[in-house]
């Protein structure tokens, strides 16, 4: 099995920074693809960012230019370093491990709230 555990959620000032972590856990292959989602109450879960083993990333257009997703392999652990936060980036967000074949796995969430 898969764990996923999250990490660095928080109540921040907008204008402000957080950086969550995710670190995964059990059986983990090679060439997955990590993400972080996030869904605010009464929303949809959407996709914030993601990066492949190889480090390519893609990002939501609304979240361009402020945050950055980067992964450390030999940990199996993503990162998002949120800066520039404003209170519509408010909302519950997740960590996502997607093994292909292998399995697609949501870690338990955690909380980030912007405001003053």
């Known amino acids: 099995q898969v764990q996923l555990v999250e990490s660095g959620g928080g109540l921040v000032q907008p204008g402000g920074s957080l950086r969550l972590s995710c670190a995964a856990s059990?059986?983990?292959?090679?060439?997955?693809?990590m993400a972080w989602y996030r869904q605010a109450p009464g929303k949809q879960r959407d996709l914030v960012a993601l990066?492949?083993?190889?480090?390519?990333?893609n990002y939501a257009d609304s979240v361009k230019g402020r945050f950055t997703i980067s992964r450390d392999n030999a940990k199996n652990t993503v990162y998002l370093q949120m800066n520039s936060l404003k209170p519509e980036d408010t909302a519950v967000y997740y960590c996502?491990?997607?093994?292909?074949?292998?399995?697609?796995?949501w870690g338990q969430g955690t909380q980030v709230t912007v405001s003053s």
């Open positions: 996502y491990l997607d093994q292909y074949e292998m399995g697609r796995y």
């Open positions: 059990g059986s983990i292959f090679r060439f997955n693809a």
């Open positions: 990066i492949t083993y190889g480090g390519s990333t």
